[in-house]
């Protein structure tokens, strides 16, 4: 019996298993993400949640279970991956079908603030503003599920948190599906509609994060989840 | 959102690269002038030593008289018509080399399989010094223009061949994977990361087959042929013609330099983007 295609959800995956050798990195992982909610990802390293991540965006052959994503995933990753032979613009165009690619791409650019700087080469831009590229090139492609794989990892404080609002603020517009793999708590709190902790390659936990009055205590105990306990001296 | 970050760092930028440019350039005419003192010097010392007889016009003529056989030849249309000849030969078979070293390159770039079944046998190939091969190769085309045309290309074919597997091998996996996540088709991923990516060294596996060319051009020719610069230079060699010999070598060596910059134009034209080859500034 063919599933009911769920029309609302931007992926549905039921019992990942992906093992290396002996060792199972992901174990029967279920997950559902419905369009236009933001999920973060949270665990320890080595917990499997880029090896998810990558399953999720069919860069990684899973040994069981099935994936249902209605389109192809879009992938931001922690380094910008922008080609430096292609122009901003092009880099933005890369693999885009249809007609008037060079007005798609200006206008995802101005959307993250560098309609600007469609002719340069993407080496004459900084850091936050090649990951703002990268991130115009995965919403021009406009997909129902946005894959983020530790994007802002690479960036300073501040531009980090400038980051987080223009994400914000393109999701809240676009609404695709978001799975963001993080090890920032402060982040997946200020992003995320939900939270979910992994480990040893299942999901250990669930938090609604409006459910929360309280970020801070919301905070410790999801630094308790990840092996951090909250009264431990800092000196 | 705009970016106040911009508006400072490339002015900033701008201005020391002038200040640096300003400063290079007066010291660079200089040694410009100093590096030039030394061959200009010795061309005056052989001009002289060829008119005051002191060196035998058969050994070595004057670079005047050098000059003034170029101009006959030219005037007479035979400098043109065995120049071009040569020219036609090195074109076609770079052409041959090269298209053949590309696609094997390519090949054994992307397939380790391919790689496995033919690398080594055109690293064994590649061990022998091709020049050595040129009395064999006479042997199978005799030394009408094949046989000339046969030695370029091989001379050709491996630089191009080496370097374009090389290029391939060396682009970042993850822009590949970045290709698969935007959903480009086999050949778009070729055009668009693939060959761009290869590019840098393709470029310079060009400049050493444009060398090898030549050599394999000025050997082959010299052996036996009615026509180009090579025999300009055997037929003199014949009637004791020092000065055309001199010229011949002469052409060589610019056809060369040409060669070369050629090249290096198309690396600044293909590869602007690379922070190597810049176009500003020069």
């Given at each position: 019996?063919?599933?009911?295609?769920?029309?609302?959800?931007?992926v549905?995956?039921?019992?990942l298993?992906?093992?290396?050798?002996?060792?199972?990195?992901?174990?029967?992982?279920?997950?559902?993400?419905?369009?236009?909610?933001?999920?973060?990802?949270?665990?320890?390293?080595?917990?499997?949640?880029?090896?998810?991540?990558?399953?999720?965006?069919?860069?990684?052959?899973?040994q069981?279970?099935?994936?249902?994503a209605?389109?192809?995933?879009?992938?931001?990753?922690?380094?910008?991956?922008?080609?430096?032979?292609?122009?901003?613009?092009?880099?933005?165009?890369?693999?885009?079908?249809?007609?008037?690619p060079?007005?798609?791409?200006?206008?995802?650019?101005?959307?993250?603030?560098?309609?600007?700087?469609?002719?340069?080469?993407?080496?004459?831009?900084?850091?936050?503003?090649?990951?703002?590229?990268?991130?115009?090139?995965?919403?021009?492609?406009?997909?129902?599920?946005?894959?983020?794989?530790?994007?802002?990892?690479?960036?300073?404080?501040?531009?980090?948190?400038?980051?987080?609002?223009?994400?914000?603020?393109?999701?809240?517009?676009?609404?695709?599906?978001?799975?963001?793999?993080?090890?920032?708590?402060?982040?997946?709190?200020?992003?995320?509609?939900?939270?979910?902790?992994?480990?040893?390659?299942?999901?250990?936990?669930?938090?609604?994060?409006?459910?929360?009055?309280?970020?801070?205590?919301?905070?410790?105990?999801l630094?308790?989840?990840?092996?951090?306990?909250?009264?431990?001296?800092?000196? | 959102?705009?970016?106040?970050?911009?508006?400072?760092?490339?002015?900033?930028?701008?201005?020391?690269?002038?200040?640096?440019?300003?400063?290079?350039?007066?010291?660079?005419?200089?040694?410009?002038?100093l590096?030039?003192?030394?061959?200009?010097?010795?061309?005056l010392?052989?001009?002289?030593?060829?008119?005051?007889?002191?060196?035998?016009?058969?050994?070595?003529?004057?670079?005047?008289?050098?000059?003034?056989t170029?101009?006959?030849?030219?005037?007479?249309?035979?400098?043109?018509?065995?120049?071009?000849v040569?020219?036609?030969?090195?074109?076609?078979?770079?052409?041959?080399?090269?298209?053949?070293?590309?696609?094997?390159?390519?090949?054994?770039?992307?397939?380790?399989?391919?790689?496995?079944?033919?690398?080594?046998?055109?690293?064994?190939?590649?061990?022998?010094?091709f020049?050595?091969?040129?009395?064999l190769?006479?042997?199978?085309?005799?030394?009408?223009?094949?046989?000339?045309?046969?030695?370029?290309?091989?001379?050709?074919?491996?630089?191009?061949?080496?370097?374009?597997?090389?290029?391939?091998?060396?682009?970042?996996?993850?822009?590949?994977?970045?290709?698969?996540?935007?959903?480009?088709?086999?050949?778009?991923?070729?055009?668009?990361?693939?060959?761009?990516?290869?590019?840098?060294?393709?470029?310079?596996?060009?400049?050493?087959?444009l060398?090898?060319?030549?050599?394999?051009?000025?050997?082959?020719?010299?052996?036996?042929?009615?026509?180009?610069?090579?025999?300009?230079?055997?037929d003199?060699?014949?009637?004791?013609?020092t000065?055309?010999?001199?010229?011949?070598?002469?052409?060589?060596?610019?056809?060369?330099?040409s060669?070369?910059?050629?090249?290096?134009?198309?690396?600044?034209?293909?590869?602007?983007?690379?922070?190597?080859?810049?176009?500003?500034g020069?």
């Amino acid at each position: 019996m063919p599933p009911t295609p769920d029309e609302t959800a931007a992926v549905t995956a039921t019992g990942l298993v992906r093992a290396y050798g002996d060792s199972l990195v992901i174990n029967r992982l279920s997950l559902r993400i419905p369009c236009g909610e933001f999920v973060a990802l949270l665990g320890e390293s080595g917990c499997g949640k880029t090896t998810l991540l990558r399953a999720l965006a069919g860069l990684d052959t899973i040994q069981a279970g099935r994936i249902d994503a209605p389109r192809r995933p879009a992938v931001v990753f922690q380094e910008h991956r922008l080609l430096p032979w292609l122009s901003v613009w092009q880099n933005v165009a890369l693999g885009l079908k249809g007609e008037a690619p060079r007005a798609k791409a200006e206008a995802a650019l101005t959307e993250v603030g560098l309609g600007s700087r469609l002719d340069d080469w993407p080496r004459t831009l900084s850091g936050g503003q090649a990951q703002r590229v990268a991130l115009a090139r995965a919403l021009v492609q406009e997909p129902r599920l946005l894959l983020l794989d530790e994007p802002f990892a690479a960036l300073d404080a501040l531009t980090r948190i400038k980051m987080h609002h223009l994400v914000r603020r393109l999701v809240a517009k676009h609404r695709p599906g978001v799975l963001l793999v993080t090890h920032d708590v402060g982040e997946a709190i200020s992003l995320a509609d939900r939270i979910l902790v992994m480990r040893e390659g299942a999901i250990a936990s669930e938090y609604t994060v409006s459910d929360q009055p309280d970020a801070r205590e919301l905070h410790s105990v999801l630094l308790e989840e990840l092996g951090v306990a909250a009264g431990e001296p800092v000196h | 959102m705009n970016n106040p970050d911009t508006v400072c760092v490339i002015p900033a930028q701008r201005s020391k690269r002038a200040l640096g440019k300003t400063g290079r350039r007066a010291g660079f005419d200089t040694r410009l002038l100093l590096s030039w003192s030394i061959p200009v010097l010795l061309l005056l010392v052989w001009e002289e030593a060829a008119r005051a007889g002191w060196i035998s016009p058969y050994i070595l003529p004057a670079p005047s008289k050098v000059l003034e056989t170029a101009w006959a030849l030219t005037i007479s249309g035979r400098l043109a018509t065995d120049l071009g000849v040569s020219l036609l030969r090195a074109a076609s078979g770079f052409a041959i080399g090269g298209t053949i070293g590309f696609l094997l390159g390519t090949l054994v770039g992307f397939s380790k399989i391919a790689g496995t079944v033919i690398d080594r046998s055109v690293q064994m190939i590649r061990a022998v010094p091709f020049l050595a091969l040129l009395p064999l190769v006479i042997v199978w085309f005799g030394v009408g223009e094949s046989q000339k045309i046969f030695m370029v290309a091989l001379g050709v074919s491996f630089p191009i061949y080496i370097n374009t597997t090389l290029g391939i091998r060396q682009i970042d996996p993850k822009l590949i994977e970045l290709g698969r996540v935007q959903n480009l088709e086999s050949l778009e991923l070729i055009r668009r990361i693939i060959l761009p990516g290869a590019l840098p060294s393709i470029l310079t596996g060009v400049r050493y087959a444009l060398a090898t060319a030549w050599l394999a051009l000025v050997v082959a020719e010299t052996v036996g042929s009615n026509a180009g610069i090579g025999f300009l230079a055997i037929d003199a060699r014949e009637f004791l013609r020092t000065d055309v010999i001199v010229l011949t070598i002469l052409i060589y060596a610019a056809i060369g330099v040409s060669a070369d910059s050629i090249a290096r134009l198309l690396e600044r034209r293909l590869l602007s983007w690379h922070p190597n080859f810049t176009g500003e500034g020069r």
